[in-house]
């Protein structure tokens, strides 16, 4: 049961912030080729994404096992049967093969392909994952750059146009970033586990590069969005907000470290393209599609108040309980028995009941 509640903790994660992120750039590809959202890709795309996100955890936490019980990290998989294990990794990567093959062949090889990057990078025959370079390549590669182009390869973009090589490139540093990021915050158990990530190695570097590569994601967004956007109908829009975006970074260097603990940059991308795409869904009637750009802040409000709503359902149920037996007394008086006098049954009689 615990295995199933971890499972379902970490699910909840990939719900809020990958998954948004990666529906974010479906209705965005769709919007920029001005290609009408279809329901089938779409789905096929989102659900094959999950799929392998799930796989892709138990899969690194497999190959993880040794390692986390000498660190004393917790392991989804320690106490599962491992044949369960493949067997669920198996049936996820079959789901997401069949899903992405039914919309196209070419999308098919790019899933193999991130199938055989998460290998390497996971498994013990070559673990890429402890090798320092090659290990924050590989987790950007499969991670990051691979679903994005498996988009462009299902909707048939020119990936060779300079809008969407900035696009892989600020994925490219998002992923490189987020990874460094990752191995900082555990450098401690890295450390007990005798794994060299380029966060232990490059210490007295890694924060330089993490910086370097925020501001080149950055900048590479920015030239996304200004040759996108430069002459649509969001023209002043986005570029107020780009040049706000562009300023805010420089004026206050010394606040970098802020803005990238906050994840700022994706915030601003997030912001911007959302605004774009949900007027766009309006105009094509697709208004449904919007849940899948505000599903987290919906339930970040919902876990918000749900303190308050938990105690207001728990006064509404004491309020109700008290209606209702003012409502049974009060029959009861109006056919001739006063319930206080004369009760349906007394204490002795429930006990004996029981």
């Not at 999308?107 to 392909?113: F, I």
């Not at 987020?178 to 450098?187: G, N, P, V």
Request: with cysteine; proline share 3%.
């Amino acid at each position: 049961m615990g295995f199933i509640k971890q499972i379902l903790k970490r699910f909840r994660s990939f719900l809020l912030y990958h998954s948004m992120l990666f529906g974010n750039y479906i209705l965005l590809i769709s919007y920029l080729d001005s290609t009408p959202v279809d329901i089938k890709i779409f789905l096929s795309l989102f659900l094959s994404y999950l799929f392998t996100g799930i796989s892709a955890f138990l899969v690194n936490d497999f190959y993880d096992q040794e390692i986390d019980l000498t660190a004393g990290k917790p392991n989804l998989t320690v106490k599962v049967n491992s044949y369960f294990i493949g067997f669920v990794v198996f049936l996820g990567f079959a789901v997401s093969f069949a899903l992405i093959q039914s919309i196209s062949l070419f999308g098919s090889y790019l899933l193999l392909c991130q199938f055989v990057a998460l290998l390497v990078y996971s498994h013990p025959a070559v673990r890429l994952k402890t090798k320092p370079i090659l290990g924050v390549i590989t987790d950007s590669v499969y991670a990051y750059i691979i679903p994005v182009l498996l988009l462009l390869v299902v909707y048939e973009v020119e990936i060779t146009e300079p809008t969407y090589l900035a696009f892989l490139l600020f994925n490219f540093c998002i992923g490189i970033r987020d990874i460094l990021i990752h191995q900082k915050k555990d450098e401690v158990n890295d450390l007990k586990s005798g794994i060299s990530s380029f966060a232990i190695r490059y210490k007295a570097r890694v924060q330089a590069v993490i910086i370097i590569f925020e501001f080149i994601a950055s900048y590479s967004l920015c030239l996304f969005l200004i040759i996108n956007f430069w002459n649509s109908e969001n023209q002043n829009y986005v570029l107020g907000i780009v040049t706000a975006y562009l300023l805010t970074p420089l004026l206050p260097f010394f606040k970098i470290q802020k803005l990238i603990e906050i994840n700022y940059l994706l915030r601003f991308y997030v912001v911007v393209s959302s605004f774009i795409i949900v007027f766009w869904l309006f105009d094509e009637k697709k208004h449904y599609f919007i849940i899948l750009l505000i599903h987290p802040y919906i339930i970040s409000i919902i876990q918000f108040f749900r303190p308050f709503i938990l105690q207001l359902l728990i006064q509404i149920k004491h309020i109700s309980s008290l209606i209702v037996n003012y409502l049974l007394y009060f029959l009861f008086k109006l056919v001739g028995r006063d319930l206080k006098k004369k009760p349906l049954y007394t204490r002795y009689d429930k006990k004996s009941s029981n």
